[in-house]
Structures are given as C-alpha cells and as structure tokens.
C-alpha cells in the first residue's frame, strides 16, 4: 500500500441555482486575456442539454478517456503513441470553434457615436476573432438560455443512452444544473496522451497542471480529455487548464469558484488513497463496477496502518489531520452520498456530486401530495424512473440503482428533519430504512445545509518551512507567460510579494499568516509599494513617509 493525498471536490446540485457566478469570477480571474475569449474553467450546463464543447460525452465522435481492452488493460481510447504521430501536425479528434462559440462583445461605440435619427441605436454584436459583426448563435450556457427547447434537446448524449423512456414534452420534462471544472483524475488520460510531457500530476496533492515551458501546443490533451477540460490558447500556442487555484490552496484558501459560489454548494478536502490499485480499479470489467471500485480506494483516515503509510510516505501529520476532517471523505464514503462524474471514462475523477432530489420532490409535490413525506418520496422514486436513468447516465455509468439509493438517503434526511423542525418526536425507523443511525443522520444535515465556512473548506496549507518561499514566488507559475494571469508580476499574496499588486480579497486572507511572522514584510532589499488596507506594519518602506524626522532612538516622532 503507498499512501497518496489528493485534494478533492464535492458539489451538492440541489443548491445550484444556475447562477453562474463561479463562472465569471473563474474567468476573471483566470482567462480575461486574449486567446481565451472561449474559454470558461468553470462552466455551469443546465441538463438536459447538449453541454459546452457541444456534445463532449460523445465519445464515439471525440474519443477521449480510457478503454479497457480484450487482455483486461487499460489504453487510451484516441489512440497510442504510433496513432498520436501519424496526425502530431493535424489532430482532428478535438471540438472546432463552433463546438465552443465564437467569442463575441458588443459595439457599444455605436451607441455613443451614432449620429442623431429616428430610431434608438443598438449595439450588435462583434465577433472577438474578426472583429466583424456576426449573430449569436450558440454559447457556453446556451442550453439555458433556450429554457430547456426540444430544438436542442434530441442532441444529449445522455438522452440518447436513454432511449424511449423519456418524453421530451417541454412542460413535463426535468431540469436542473451541473457545474464543471477539471476533475484533476486519479488516472488522467490528458497526462498520459501528452506527447511532450508538459501535462503533469503533482506528487503532492493530485492536481493536474499544464508546463507552459514544456507545452508544444500539440493538442493532443484537448483529444485526451473526456471532459474537455484542457483549452488551447490561440495567442500562446499553449494548452490551458484549470488549476484549482493552486496558489490559493497552497495558503489554505479555497478555489475562486468555491469563494464565490452563491449557493455554498462545494466542499473542499483532502483524501487518502492507495495507489497501487489505482490502475486495478480503473480496469475494472464492468462499468457500473467503476463507482465501487474507486470509493474502495479511498483510504480511511483514522485507520491506523493508513495512518503509519501516509507518514512513512512523507505527509505531514497537518495533513493527516486534514484528511480525518474531510468533508469529501464523509460525504463519499461516511453518508455515501456523493457519486463521480462519468466513471465509465475510466479516469477515476476526484469531483463528485450529491445528485438532485429536486425533480422527485417537484414531481410529488405537483400532484398535490407531501413533498417531504418519506412514504410518498419512496415511492415516486420508483415510479419516476425518468431522471434517475438520466442521473444514472451522468454518475454510475447506469446503473440506477446506486442514484435510487443516494436519493432514497436524501430522502429520508429531509423528512427525518421535518420532525426536528416541527418540534415533534424523531422517527428512528427513518434512518434504519437507509442504513443510518439518527447521528449519522443528523450530522449529514449539518454538513450539507448548515456547515461553516471551516468545515465546507479544510484545506491543509503547505509545510511552514515552504510557506514564506511559495508566498515570495507564487507568481512564477506556468501561466506567468506574456499577457497570463501573472501579468502584474507582483503575486497576489503580500504587498511585499515583489512590485504592485492590486487589491483583491484573498490579497488580505491570505495576509493571515504573515501578520504572524517575526520577518519584515517590506524593507530596503525589497522595497514595495504598501496597500494600507491590508498593511501587517512590519517593515515601513523607504518614502512611505517622505520627511518624517527620527528622534534619537531612531524613531519616527
């Protein structure tokens, strides 16, 4: 057994309210810069729907992730290396422009320059690539801005694994949101399919990371990627991924997209797992044994022979704590409550989803019964055999009835809480119904309606001997190239992290453990300009105060 650490997701969908606020503040923070127009890290689909790249789980059209082959082993589904050769110069495995969309904004000098007239003026839109006008015809949330239209509907692939059993009438059907970001893989196909090694794994915490350095921008990754999750910049010639905002993690700050997140959906943490049976569990033979198999891996915590290998593999004992508080570990293999994405894909995703109950609840609800009554959520459960095949489809590569299962414990949590809120006496059948104990049901609620801040993000922080020198050179990161996120070459973690920096909120977070620190945030070796807003007042730059006199013991008066 090697013990490894891996940072993890979880996002509860029956708190997405398709906002896409994650969204933006993602790309603001990451791909506001030219070449990146069309890219969005994180993206939020409203399902049913085709998805952004159009159509990504196809994997019959674009060949990406794992398949396992007639001898039980594992290779990649886009080919090896003699197949990546022959097309190294022209890769037509990977989604074109209009998969994406193309980039556009509006000519609002239009509105401010038109000349006096009869009618009001517009602003067209302009796309980003030409500069031409053009008509908008499809986007990363294009599914829902059409509200769920059967034009776009018949294209799912998830629908069409489904078949007959769903009838696409508009005021009948079921919708709900799925965010998305890079699944950061236990077994990454994007790493794998990488002909010049760029793509990489790190040892210490599972994320995947594209070597700007190193990138050829063969695009080998876009292919590999079952998710489409790895972008290509036209501008740098350069892959792009996200990043799980690694200089975030590294200070114990959660990701841009957690920060933010309206609905307080995501939780953060940090899983043990084996990782000499990582390749075991990916080549399971069936798929629907995929889901099984990597929970299986997942190693606990408290255990201690896991305890006494993630030592002997170097983890700190922070971390080793980090893990036994582990929202992940509790929601996947505690409460069982949380499912991969695409298990099917082979490439042992680390976000996983607390899928919808909405749909169920919204369905009985409708037919004026209880909503909240055990009985009546049970039984629409089996007779709504719609959105569990579809959920299925999305998280046990179909098989029904694991979701069936998670949903009946969500179930069973919102009717045992009804009692408790009423103040009547608990049901302790509700529980033994789904294999719980009233505790454990109890604090599934807490964790996935009321937990704070610390308990949604536990998030270890480097080893304190590297904090100050990752603090000082975060910016020299793989995207530090010219026009990249490390632009301002200041760093976003102190005023003293090099030359200006601009205000920003994880700026005065991330400032927390400085403000502990016995060493000068800014002297005469490093001079700085101060934010005052944030300013811990160890070390006062040369000029902060231009005339200031000193009193004989060389302070200011």
Known sequence: MKVMAQLAMVMNLDKCIGCHTCSVTCKQTWTNRPGTEYVWLNNVETRPGQGYPRTYEDQQ???????????????????????????????????????????????YDNLIAAPAGEHMPVAPPRSLISGKPMKVAWSANWDDDLGGSPEILPEDPILQKVGEQVRLELEQTFMFYLPRICEHCLNPSCVASCPSG????????????????????????????????VYFNHKTGKAEKCTFCYPRVEVGLPTVCSETCVGRLRYIGLVLYDLDRVTDAASVENDTDLYAAQRDILLDPHDGEVVAGARA?????????????????????????????????RTLPMVWYVPPLSPVVDAVSRDGHDGEDLGNLFGALDALRIPIRYLAELFTAGDTEVVADVLRR????????????????????????????????????????????????????????????????????????????????????????????????????????????????????????VNLLNWDGKGVPEGMFPGAATDDRGGDR
């Not at 794994?201 to 990627?225: A, H």
């Not at 893990?323 to 991969?340: G, K, M, N």
Request: include cysteine; glycine fraction near 8%.
């Open 61 to 107: 059209r674009w060949r990406g992730g794992w398949i396992r082959d007639r001898r039980g082993r594992l290779r990649l589904r886009d080919g090896g290396r003699l197949s990546k050769l022959a097309r190294i110069f022209a890769n037509p495995k990977m989604p074109a422009l209009a998969d994406y969309y193309e980039p556009w904004t509006y000519d």
């Open 198 to 229: 760029a793509m990489y794994k790190r040892t210490e915490d599972g994320i995947v990371l594209v070597d700007q350095d190193r990138c050829r921008g063969w695009r080998m990754c876009v292919s590999g990627c079952p998710y489409k999750k």
């Open 313 to 345: 593999a170097g983890i700190s004992q922070e971390w080793i704590q980090a893990a036994q508080r582990s929202p992940i570990y509790a929601l996947i293999h505690t409460y069982r409550v949380a499912l991969p994405l695409h298990p099917e894909y």
């Open 410 to 529: 969500l179930a069973a949590m919102r009717s045992y809480m009804r009692d408790i809120n009423l103040g009547r006496a608990t049901q302790p059948r509700i529980p033994e119904a789904v294999g719980m104990t009233e505790e454990q049901m109890y604090e599934m609620y807490r964790l996935l309606a009321l937990a704070k801040y610390d308990e949604r993000y536990v998030i270890p922080t480097v080893y304190a001997e590297e904090a100050h020198r990752l603090e000082e050179t975060a910016t020299e990161c793989a995207l530090s190239f010219d026009g990249g996120p490390g632009m301002y070459e200041s760093g976003p973690f102190g005023e003293a992290s090099g030359r200006p920096v601009p205000v920003a909120v994880e700026t005065f977070h991330a400032l927390k453990q400085r403000q502990t620190t016995e060493g000068l945030a800014a002297n005469s070796t490093r001079p700085s300009r």
